[in-house]
């Protein structure tokens, strides 16, 4: 008898532009041509992944006031894609991420409603609040909102599009509440699911409460097994709060793999993708975000700079690292040692630094790990990042995915007519009222 497992759930995240992919490598596809799409879900579909999952970015990165054209810059909008993936997969769930601050609840509503229509029931949205302030110029507004303001209009946004959702075709929503006031109607009917299944991403108290009020997934950054357990014992507790319980939210962090025949195999390919991640023109970005100036005139193959980290005099698109400026001095201070007593460059560290992938073995390794983290509830599943465009989780799911089926950990084939939400096995959170105005 083979042992039980609680079932793994897993996504395939087509990486935006990004440190984790390398666009240079000669198996690199386009991140524009749809053919790199239809190649992703085909793959993700073969491996019967839950859904595949686009991150939004409604600006090009800049730094110094340039577009940072280090990695190739710019993508297709989120709804475009997932609306012709819709037509060339059958099963996989379709999951866009869409900003709650620069939109409008009709028209979300709409575009979300209409993929959840045209794909029969597989259409998700990631729910983000946006964290980069110059987004905001693209927009009448200019301005970004402070990070709670953003948190209420996030509520109000997905209240609004509960309610939009819960309306009869033909029938109208009177929007009443601090940021909306507008009268709209449906113009569509219900999907098989009812309503997209929601996910969120954010990790501050604020964005915790949204995901554990409103939604069914949430795209984490805590991989490891302490971290996801920690985090998944944070929402636990707010779940209840809430009148939720444990398995009405799934986790599915981030994962990114080096998968070798061998462990040492394994470990060379960590290596080599960490020095294909962070260039020479990426490990100087990388120390800008830490030391908060440009750093363009430093020799990314020569030592740190001599100089501490300042607060950041340029909007780079980026927040920059975390921790205040007294934290960023101790670590720039930390890795200055270590260079001169190692002999390592600033380009090694920022290699160092960067993150080995998160999963590193041979096949049945990374089937193992897996299992443990998800059957010691540190998640319910990954949302795998390969670092390689469209081909880079082929790998994983004809090595990985038959290993996983064998230990029965995971579906061996889709269920018939499934939507996204019976894929994950999640009910819809009941809908939170929209609170009144609050309008002088
Ligand atoms: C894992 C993760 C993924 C995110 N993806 C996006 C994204 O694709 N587009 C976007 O505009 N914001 C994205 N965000 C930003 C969040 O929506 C949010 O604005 C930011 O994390 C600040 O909120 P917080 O303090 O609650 O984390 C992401 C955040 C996290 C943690």
Redesign the pocket.
């Known amino acids: 008898m083979s042992e039980q497992h609680r079932q793994i759930h897993l996504a395939a995240h087509f990486p935006?532009v990004n440190q984790q992919t390398v666009w240079s490598d000669p198996a690199a596809g386009s991140q524009i041509e749809f053919e790199s799409f239809r190649r992703f879900a085909e793959i993700a579909e073969r491996g019967l992944m839950d859904y595949l999952f686009l991150?939004?970015?409604?600006r090009l990165r800049e730094r110094n006031g340039q577009i940072h054209d280090l990695d190739v810059v710019g993508r297709p909008n989120t709804v475009s894609v997932l609306s012709a993936l819709a037509a060339v997969t059958k099963h996989i769930g379709l999951v866009g991420?869409l900003?709650t601050?620069y939109n409008e609840p009709a028209d979300l509503a709409r575009q979300l409603r209409s993929l959840d229509v045209l794909s029969r029931g597989r259409a998700g949205w990631?729910?983000?609040?946006?964290?980069?302030a110059f987004?905001g110029a693209n927009f009448r507004k200019g301005d970004h909102l402070p990070?709670a303001e953003?948190?209420t209009r996030a509520q109000e946004m997905i209240s609004a599009l509960e309610q939009i959702w819960a309306t009869e075709q033909g029938h109208t929503t009177r929007l009443d509440s601090r940021y909306f006031d507008a009268t709209v109607p449906q113009t569509l009917p219900a999907s098989p699911q009812g309503r997209p299944v929601l996910v969120?991403?954010?990790?501050?108290?604020?964005?915790?409460d949204i995901a554990a009020r409103n939604v069914e997934v949430v795209?984490?950054?805590y991989g490891s097994f302490d971290d996801g357990q920690q985090f998944r014992s944070d929402l636990d507790e707010r779940l209840e709060h809430f009148g939720r319980g444990r398995d009405d939210l799934k986790i599915l962090p981030?994962i990114t793999l080096a998968i070798g025949d061998t462990p040492d195999e394994a470990e060379e390919r960590a290596q080599e993708i960490c020095r294909a991640q962070v260039s020479d023109a990426n490990a100087i970005y990388f120390m800008e975000l830490v030391w908060g100036r440009d750093l363009s005139d430093h020799d990314p193959n020569g030592a740190l700079p001599a100089f501490d980290p300042v607060e950041p005099t340029t909007a780079n698109g980026r927040?920059p690292r975390e921790g205040d400026l007294a934290a960023r001095i101790r670590q720039a201070n930390e890795w200055r040692a270590e260079a001169e007593a190692k002999g390592l460059t600033l380009r090694d560290i920022a290699v160092r630094e960067y993150g080995r992938p998160s999963l590193v073995g041979t096949p049945e390794q990374i089937a193992d790990e897996m299992i443990e983290r998800v059957d010691g509830r540190a998640s319910d599943g990954f949302t795998l990042v390969g670092h390689l465009v469209p081909d880079g989780l082929s790998e994983f799911v004809d090595r990985v995915v038959p290993l996983l089926q064998e230990r029965g950990a995971y579906r061996t084939e889709y269920p018939q007519n499934a939507t996204l939400r019976d894929l994950l096995g999640v009910t819809a959170a009941q809908p939170v009222e929209l609170e009144g105005p609050v309008r002088a």
Not at 55 to 58: C, S, V
Not at 126 to 132: D, G, I, L, P, Q
Not at 200 to 208: D, F, K, L, V, Y
């Open positions: 935006g991150a939004e970015g409604l991420t900003t601050t990631n729910v983000v609040t946006t964290t980069n987004t990070h953003r948190y969120q991403a954010g990790a501050s108290g604020e964005g915790r795209f984490s950054m981030a927040v």
